[in-house]
């Protein structure tokens, strides 16, 4: 029987995690002296390397003394929570790290309320103490304090507590007395983390996550609750409704440093793949075909967001992308949902058009720009905030805001925050930032962030999670400016930019291809207008020395996926392929969007 540890690695986003994973694999000398590799290892995916966060769990496995030590990397955004909420059930003990100056954050609460509930014992470790204004002690204090609001129990808040800086790789119990090696913390695991609490009784697996081979087709993971599975042993899946379905084990692996191995049995406790299980869904149980025996299912937080994802209609269809049809756009959406449990897909009357429910901007943004990555070309409409009816009240999704911003400029950042029905509840100086907290329905938070870094010159820093549904908080002031619409097609001219600039703010370049119903800026005033931006200067054959200006534009304004999801209007779509992010009005006709908009009123 091999001594194994299951631990999560559970923290607020850029708090160090992946960082911290780095030094454990390192220090367990899985690669070879002169092997080259990349830092955050484990931070495999582009999208997950551009914008530094992590957005997919990950398994890795260390050998530590005498131990297997299997470690779950998690997201720390509460947008990914269907992430978090899975693999935590394959964990023992969760390793919360926290950042030693701005210790236990909104992101931080969400994540360690579920590991909490589901009785896992905490190791804290406060990172980056040798950052400046640093307060490893307070952080310490409000950690327990935390834990105590979110209901732990007695032995969870006895946790053991380590200090260090993942960076420099090192970790101790004083921080003022550094170490220089991260082996105290590996320690504390074997010490601390209980081994995995074995049942008695016939096999039982929770598939909690999955995995794609080009070769066997899907793959199951999870962590053997009971009993023992074996290579070609016969079992029996039990799914959702109730259906129970005999298949067999073609292939078993464990997880062994950054890859797999293949065994011929896994014992209970220990995290393995299962390739042969055929039509399997997250929260499934692989058990014994005489007494088969479901765990219970896996519950997922709702979606709080939804979004109309439509086929791209426009002129520029086609052009850049290869998976353009309605079925291309069915078919990648539903296989989405397989193993992203917080999103959910609906067909609506249309052929071409789908509800896709998430937890939040980010959620989605996320999925369309891993699709126009992989070549698909669609269109989405502006996000809409998820109502419910609870005791025949009328009840919305709302958030908690978190926002630190130089002392300056808090002021702006509050008034801002309440016209979007924020209620501030906390004011505190941190270090030499304010500290705000707001409670502000998820609808107030759409477009709010790039409102908040414009007027505290990009300084603030803006976190925020699913709170709770309240009733209905009232209307919300939209976007006040109007926008700048193409009248015609063709590539825009700089001269008829350098015309129209006193219009308002354009986002589009001199030479950039366009068509008639486009969105290529935001009008300086609240309604919208047709401009005729491809006009050229008039040319005769006379030189005039004094007449001819020359052309001065101010640069485009250029948004990032989620501020352009942010920006668009009920009336408008927004066109994304492989190459191009693009605003336009639903109806591209100027006399269709007049007979719409007088058929809407």
């Known amino acids: 029987m091999q001594n194994i540890r ?57 050998r530590y003394k005498d131990a297997k030590i ?86 969870q808040l006895n946790f053991f507590t380590l200090y260090g800086s993942a960076k420099n790789n090192w970790m101790g119990p004083d921080w003022k007395n550094p170490t220089d090696t991260i082996f105290p913390l590996l320690d504390a695991i074997l010490e601390h983390i209980p081994a995995p609490k074995i049942d008695e009784g016939t096999l039982q697996m929770q598939i909690t996550s999955l995995d794609y081979s080009n070769f066997v087709g899907r793959i199951a993971i999870g962590r053997v609750k009971r009993g023992t599975i074996m290579e070609n042993q016969q079992i029996a899946l039990c799914k959702a409704d109730g259906v129970i379905k005999k298949m ?20 209970a406790g220990d995290i393995c793949a299962v390739m042969g299980v055929e039509d399997f869904e997250i929260g499934d149980t692989i058990a014994n075909p005489d007494t088969p025996e479901a765990l219970p299912r896996i ?77 698909y070309e669609l269109q989405v409409g502006q996000p809409q905030v998820i109502f419910k009816d609870i005791d025949g009240v009328k009840c919305e999704p709302i958030e908690l805001l978190v926002v630190d911003v130089p002392q300056e400029t808090a002021g702006k950042v509050i008034e801002l925050a309440t016209q979007r029905k924020g209620e501030l509840t906390i004011m505190e100086p941190k270090g030499d930032l304010q500290h705000l907290e707001f409670r502000i329905p998820s609808r107030g938070l759409i477009g709010l962030r790039n409102n908040v870094l414009t007027a505290t010159q990009g300084e603030a820093i803006m976190n925020h999670r699913f709170s709770a549904y309240e009733p209905f908080k009232g209307t919300i002031p939209g976007r006040i400016n109007g ?9 825009c001219t700089a001269y008829a930019i350098d015309k129209l600039q006193d219009r308002g703010t354009f986002f589009v370049d001199p030479g950039d291809d366009l068509y008639a119903g486009q969105v290529v800026g935001e009008h300086s005033r609240d309604n919208d207008i047709v401009v005729n931006i491809q006009k050229g200067k008039k040319l005769t054959n006379m030189r005039a020395s004094g007449s001819d200006d020359n052309v001065r534009i101010i640069p485009a304004k250029k948004f990032s996926l989620e501020e352009s999801m942010e920006y668009i209007q009920k009336d408008e779509y927004l066109e994304i392929t492989p190459k191009s992010i693009r605003m336009r009005k639903i109806y591209l006709d100027e006399n269709e969007r007049g007979r719409m908009a007088k058929k809407d009123s």
Do not use: W
Request: hydrophobic share 40%; net charge negative.
């Open 248 to 267: 067999r084990v073609k292939e078993l692996q464990v997880f062994e440093g950054l890859g797999r191995v293949k065994v011929t049995e896994v014992a």
């Open 483 to 491: 926008s700048l619409i193409a009248m015609e097609g063709g590539p």
């Open 6 to 62: 299951n631990i999560a690695i559970i923290a607020h986003v850029d708090h160090g995690k992946t960082t911290l994973v780095d030094k454990i694999i390192h220090a367990s000398q899985i690669f070879r002296e002169n092997q080259q590799f990349q830092d955050l290892i484990l931070d495999s995916n582009d999208l997950e390397r551009e914008r530094g966060i992590t957005i997919l769990s990950k398994n890795v496995s260390v």
């Open 70 to 155: 299997n470690i779950i990397d998690t997201p720390g955004h509460a947008d990914f929570g269907g992430e978090v909420e899975r693999v935590l059930k394959m964990a023992d003990g969760v390793i919360l790290l926290v950042d030693a100056f701005e210790g236990p954050m909104p992101q931080t609460r969400f994540v360690l309320g579920k590991a909490l509930a589901l009785g896992l014992t905490p190791i804290v470790v406060v990172n980056k103490v040798d950052k400046e204004n640093c307060r490893p002690d307070e952080v310490h204090e409000s950690v327990f304090d935390l834990m105590f609001n979110l209901d732990a129990t007695e032995e």
């Open 299 to 375: 519950s997922i937080d709702e979606p709080t967001m939804n979004m109309l994802f439509t086929i791209n209609n426009s002129p520029f269809f086609g052009k850049e992308g290869k998976f353009v049809t309605s079925r291309h756009l069915r078919d990648r959406l539903f296989k989405e949902t397989e193993k992203n449990l917080a999103l959910r897909v609906e067909s609506t009357e249309s052929e071409d058009k789908f509800l896709v429910y998430g937890r939040g901007i980010l959620h989605l943004s996320i999925l369309i720009e891993t699709m126009r990555r992989e070549g």
